[in-house]
Every structure is written in structure tokens, then in C-alpha cells.
């Protein structure tokens, strides 16, 4: 497993779709994941610090599972199958490891809220993680330790589900990237 942080929320200019940037925590590989507009400003309302008068929904489930006696460990991006991103939080209960599947995004709206480490399967990285170019902000090609790209070891028909991916992330405004809200 890989240690990421929350980079940002990136939104499509072509079709207004969301995209949380997760970073490597010790290099500098990302893992673009797509969520839905509200699961993208659950994570950015706690992100930003944006008090609101009433819980959100996970809010209210971090709430529900802190008052029924457990605590979220983690969470992990666990697999990425026909173009989908599967995730699971990961709990203690009375001593005991529980894991449940969730959607990415779900479980990281959860994670900036139990402020817990937020993990990725090196399986999952090795298929949809991308390096950015420092200048540009757009997509590298990544090169493995023999000069082979990473993605070598991916099918053909993986590579192929995974273009329209590669288009929207390229549609993405990356200008101000590294820079951060304060």
C-alpha cells in the first residue's frame, strides 16, 4: 500500500466533471479519480475549512460511526476494474479489523473528516497513476527501472477503456496546479 494525500479537485472546462488529484505522500506519482459534484464538495467544504450549520452526510456517518464505538483506521483505493475505482474503509471495533467497500469518493469525503491516512493498492497505481510535466501540467509518459514504460504490463483492451481517461485529463485546467488555498 501507498500513502497518498488529497491534492485537489480538479473540474473539466469541457464538461464540468470532477477529478480528486490523489499525490504519493513520498513521490511524485498522481491518481486522478472521477466523483460526482457533491461528493466533490463534501471533500472541499472540509478541505477549505468551511464550517456549515448543519452535518453533511458524511458528517453524519463519521458521527454515527464514532458514537457506535468505532474508529475509521484508513481508507485504500483497493482495485480498478472495467474502468471503475473501488475503495474500503477500514474500522476497529472492540478490538476487531472490519473492512467495508465504498466509492472512492465517499470513503475520501469520510478520510478529510476523521482525518485518517488515505491509501492506494500499487496495482491500481501502476494502471491509472500519471506523472505531470512541472511546465505544463499535463500527463508524462512514465518509465519503469529497465526504460520500459509502466504501462506495458496493461492489455490492450485495458489501454483502450482507459483513452477517454486520458482525454479528459488532458481537457483539465492545470495552470495554477501546485498552487494551494490557504
Excluded: C
Excluded at 473540474?11 to 511524485?28: C, D, G, H, T
Excluded at 459534484?37 to 464514532?66: C, F, M, W, Y
Excluded at 483502450?160 to 488532458?170: D, Q, R, W
Amino acid at each position: 500500500m501507498i500513502e497518498m494525500t488529497i491534492d485537489s479537485i480538479r473540474v473539466s472546462l469541457m464538461n464540468y466533471q470532477r477529478v480528486v488529484m490523489l499525490k504519493e505522500k513520498m513521490a511524485e506519482r498522481y491518481l486522478p479519480i472521477w466523483i460526482g459534484p457533491s461528493e466533490a464538495d463534501a471533500i472541499a467544504v472540509k478541505l477549505q475549512g468551511v464550517t456549515v450549520p448543519r452535518p453533511l452526510t458524511h458528517d453524519l456517518l463519521n458521527i454515527v460511526i464514532t458514537t457506535l464505538g468505532a474508529t475509521i483506521n484508513s481508507i485504500i483505493v483497493s482495485e480498478l476494474k472495467n474502468d471503475t475505482f473501488y475503495a474500503k474503509i477500514i474500522f476497529d471495533l472492540d478490538g476487531e479489523q472490519i473492512e467495508i467497500d465504498s466509492r472512492p469518493s465517499d470513503a475520501l469525503a469520510l478520510a478529510v473528516r476523521a482525518e485518517v491516512p488515505i491509501f492506494a493498492d500499487e496495482t491500481v497505481l501502476d494502471k491509472a497513476s500519471i506523472l505531470l510535466d512541472k511546465e505544463t501540467g499535463k500527463p508524462v509518459q512514465q518509465e519503469g527501472k529497465e526504460g520500459e514504460t509502466i504501462n506495458d504490463e496493461i492489455s490492450d483492451e485495458e489501454l483502450k477503456k482507459m483513452s477517454a481517461f486520458h482525454e479528459f485529463i488532458n481537457t483539465l485546467d492545470l495552470d495554477d496546479f501546485n498552487k494551494r488555498k490557504s
